[in-house]
């Protein structure tokens, strides 16, 4: 099974500050992987998927990077709606889907 | 619109199973994989298993293996997932998701996601 680590757990940043969130693979998962925003009380809501491309209605200000083990989520200028958890999904090793464990965007 | 709605929430004992349904609504049912999620409270995201509704085959993820059972009516564009023998540590929320295409196939994210069922195991 392939193991997602998200770090940090938690990440402090001020509004209108860029946040940086990192994501590895415990072996290449190519360019399959999605980030995915949740928010107290709500279904999570997908975000980015082939690490970099942003799903439909997501604000130009949230961007992917990376490919193999390493990615990185970038939100530029960070808005109060964008506080809450964010997590990574490899979707390549099918028929086997794993999930980071979460990082926690939270107003500084 | 299109989206994913999921039966109500359940209260089980230790021990016994629970069965959450989860409806598709304007888009072709069989065409796209249906996953299910949990999210124990305060936890992370925890893949389950899928199943493709246009042959019924499903994948579990290991821990759940013999455990959990997934199925389908295409004539309700309905998928279920019953859980069994079910502890403490089952109480959390399921999601039912939509994944990648049946036919022809195709492997990706989830795109979209239902409101979810919460259950509590509680003696």
């Known amino acids: 099974e392939i193991v997602m680590t998200q770090s940090p757990a938690t990440l402090s940043v001020s509004p209108g500050e860029r946040a940086t969130l990192s994501c590895r693979a415990s072996q290449s998962v190519s360019s399959s992987l999605a980030w995915y925003q949740q928010k107290p009380g709500q279904a999570p809501r997908l975000l980015i998927y082939g690490a970099s491309t942003r799903a439909t209605g997501i604000p130009a200000r949230f961007s992917g990077s990376g490919s193999g083990t390493e990615f990185t989520l970038t939100i530029s200028s960070l808005q109060f709606e964008d506080f809450a958890v964010y997590y990574c999904q490899q979707y390549n090793n099918w028929p086997v889907y794993t999930f980071g464990q979460g990082t926690k965007l939270e107003i500084k | 619109q299109v989206q994913l709605v999921q039966s109500g929430a359940e209260v089980k004992k230790p021990g016994a199973s629970v069965k959450v349904s989860c409806k598709a609504s304007?888009?072709?049912?069989?065409?796209?994989?249906i996953h299910w999620v949990r999210q124990a409270p305060g936890q992370g995201l925890e893949w389950m298993g899928w199943i493709n509704p246009y042959n019924g085959a499903t994948n579990s993820a290991q821990r759940f293996q013999g455990r959990v059972t997934m199925t389908r009516d295409t004539s309700l564009s309905t998928a279920s997932m019953e859980l069994s023998r079910l502890t403490y540590d089952d109480s959390a929320v399921y999601y039912c998701v939509r994944g990648g295409a049946t036919n022809p196939w195709r492997n990706w994210y989830f795109d979209l996601w239902g409101r979810g069922t919460l259950v509590t195991v509680s003696s």
């Open positions: 304007e888009y072709n049912f069989i065409s796209f994989y």
